[in-house]
Nanobody, 128 residues
Framework: QVQLVESGGGSVQAGGSLRLSCSSS????????RGWFRQAPGKERDGVAI???????MYASSAKGRFAIFSDHAKNAIYLQMHNLKPEDTGVYYC??????????????????????WGQGTQVTVSS
């Protein structure tokens, strides 16, 4: 059973930084993709950034240049380092995993139906 546990959310002022962590278990370490989705208040959940088993990454346009996703194979964890946070980054951040394939392609990476494991989410609030 896939299990994902997020941590690191919180409240910061605009321009600040946060690092989100996601530890995972319950699947074999073959081709897979892990990443972060965000659900802002009153909006649908959208992809923020992902990293596949080969280290390929994809970012939402709003995240490029400010966020960085990276993995720690020894800890079976991924991280999202966020800099220069803006109020529009506010939302619940969910860690997700696709255990069956590397999907770091433009047409696939942000499609939720490809992800078969989800964390409970961690709140990020950015005040102006």
């Amino acid at each position: 059973q896939v299990q994902l546990v997020e941590s690191g959310g919180g409240s910061v002022q605009a321009g600040g930084s946060l690092r989100l962590s996601c530890s995972s278990s319950g699947y074999t370490y073959l081709a897979h993709t892990r990443g972060w989705f965000r659900q802002a208040p009153g909006k649908e959940r959208d992809g923020v950034a992902i990293i596949d088993s080969s280290g390929n990454t994809m970012y939402a346009s709003s995240a490029k240049g400010r966020f960085a996703i990276f993995s720690d194979h020894a800890k079976n964890a991924i991280y999202l380092q966020m800099h220069n946070l803006k109020p529009e980054d506010t939302g619940v951040y969910y860690c997700a995993v696709c255990t069956e394939a590397d999907i770091a392609t433009e047409s696939l990476w942000a499609r939720e139906e490809y992800y078969n494991g989800w964390g409970q989410g961690t709140q990020v609030t950015v005040s102006s």
